[in-house]
């Protein structure tokens, strides 16, 4: 019997050392490893961290997380994107209904949005207090004090003129070798031997720096020349103009959808006025939509942006032609 306790306990010891170095590898991989589906361990580099998943990005679904310690202003003052202009004069008509004694304006200095790379500056050296943005805002954006807040979904519309006798489509691929300059005629495509004459929007827009974000993967557009135009203000009217029988050009779809000057050229097969291609990430030149503000802001300011989250906000940004979140 006195052996049989023996061995007993000699077989506790070894299972209760054994679990120890177990628990304590655990525990060693644990605090020295990246979590899975969970906060970044404090190893991750913090650059790649802020660049991939931003720490001050507000996501479809949370509040904001405000500062709103500053006093309100007497005017709430908004500049940005071209490309929202339209869903920015509507959600404007809605808040005065939600605060009638405050003025709003969008535009800088004169009521004429600059777009959303100049808004952004605006917003940042305190000219403006809400900056619309049709990109997700850049790391050194955020490291500035801003963060970006989801209002809506919207799609990338490539057209071409009415007369353009190239009636097919474009894969992705195909579409970032024309704006690289690889791709220089439409016999390329499939289409008819003429030049592709390329009309690229203002670097001033935030649509130019998604486009080249997302089709060209950061990568240069083609350099001007005979056939490659870049605007220098960031205006969609005037790029639809210039398209004639060879233009190429791209817009939010909101922009050109209803145009009877232009046709919209499928990418990889799909339109982009096709929502449920935009809802669930099919079409490949989707996106959402910002409000950016400093952290610190006043409570006016997310007064703004509570109401434009809100359902009758979205109910705007429906009517507008934008996708609600």
Do not use: C, H
């Amino acid at each position: 019997m006195a052996k049989g306790n023996n061995d007993t306990a000699a077989l506790i010891i070894a299972f209760l050392v054994t679990a120890g170095l177990l628990g304590g590898g655990f525990w060693f991989f644990s605090r020295n490893s990246p979590q899975i589906g969970g906060k970044p361990s404090e190893t991750l580099d913090p650059a790649t961290r802020s660049s991939a998943t931003p720490q001050n990005a507000a996501d479809a679904t949370t509040a904001p997380d405000l500062d709103t310690s500053l006093p309100n202003p007497a005017v709430l003052t908004m500049d940005g994107s071209v490309t929202m202009v339209a869903l920015m004069k509507q959600l404007q008509i809605a808040y005065t209904q939600v605060n009638p004694s405050l003025q709003t304006t969008y535009g800088l200095p004169d009521g004429k949005p600059n777009g959303t790379n100049t808004g952004i500056r605006n917003l940042i050296e305190g000219r403006a207090l809400i900056a619309a943005s049709s990109r997700p805002l850049k790391p050194d954006e955020y490291q500035a004090g801003l963060q970006g807040i989801p209002i809506a979904k919207d799609a990338l519309a490539v057209v071409v003129g009415i007369d353009n006798p190239y009636k097919g489509e474009l894969t992705s691929q195909q579409l970032k070798q024309i704006f690289q300059g690889q791709i220089t005629n439409w016999s390329q495509v499939g289409g008819p031997a003429l030049p592709i004459k390329v009309i690229n929007r203002s670097p001033d827009s935030g649509t130019y720096t998604f486009f080249k974000d997302v089709v060209l993967l950061e990568q240069a557009f083609a350099s001007d020349g005979p056939n490659f135009t870049t605007a220098k203000q960031d205006e969609t009217t005037p790029l639809l103009k210039q398209l004639g029988q060879n233009g190429i050009t791209y817009s939010t779809v909101q922009q050109v959808e209803k145009q009877r000057t232009v046709r919209i050229v499928p990418i990889d097969g799909l339109l982009p006025t096709d929502q449920t291609a935009i809802k669930n990430g099919t079409y490949p030149i989707g996106r959402v939509v910002y409000l950016a503000v400093p952290k610190q802001t006043s409570p006016a300011v997310k007064q703004f942006i509570d109401m434009v989250r809100s359902p009758r906000g979205q109910q705007v940004v429906q009517r507008v032609g934008f996708l609600p979140l």
